[in-house]
């Protein structure tokens, strides 16, 4: 058989495998898809509706709704200045992590339709975006909010079930991103196609 019908016939295989209804790489692309969506409408509501959220991260930096437990009030920040900066900085941090999962989606739906190399960029791509969110809400606001600044206090001000939401929809997602895809092996990692390596 000649090599360029042999090599179109596993390009057709592996388009095939990947497209197919509850593959690894389809499952992939619709929860870095789901995760993007999501994380865009909360950059955007936070931009259209400033001042919302505004109130949130300054009553949660105040300290104001807590306990005010005198050992643990010297942590509060009551700079209005300092406030607002850390604000447009999680805004900015949500939009990036927004276009960096909208370019992963991209590339997986890219991957799925038999672009060469695609599942291995969108793997990297998705990863660093989720990672970013699980930074943001795990680090930022379950870890410094919830405990730094005792947001878990305030009956009026908590964010952490939300953030803990998020964050567990991001873990599922990179353990999704990181199963066996369609066009890889089981075993070392490399494409059905000949030559490609899929990192």
Known sequence: MPKGADERGTTS???SA???LGAPAV?????TGVVALY????AFGNLTDFDTNRQFVRHVLAMDTT??????????????????AAYVAIIAWETLAALVLIAGTALWVAALRGRAGGFGRARRLSTVGLLMLVLL??????GIGG?????WQSEDWNGLDAATRVVTLCGIALLVVHLPAAGRTSGGGVTARSGEADA
């Open 27 to 31: 499952a992939a692309a619709v929860l």
């Open 147 to 151: 405990e730094w600044f005792a947001m």
């Open 18 to 20: 990947g497209l197919a």
């Open 137 to 142: 809400f795990g680090g930022g606001f379950i």
């Open 67 to 84: 306990f005010k437990d005198e050992n643990l009030m010297w942590r509060a920040v009551e700079s209005r200045a300092l406030q607002d």
């Open 39 to 42: 994380i865009a409408l909360v």
């Open 13 to 15: 295989r592996t388009r």
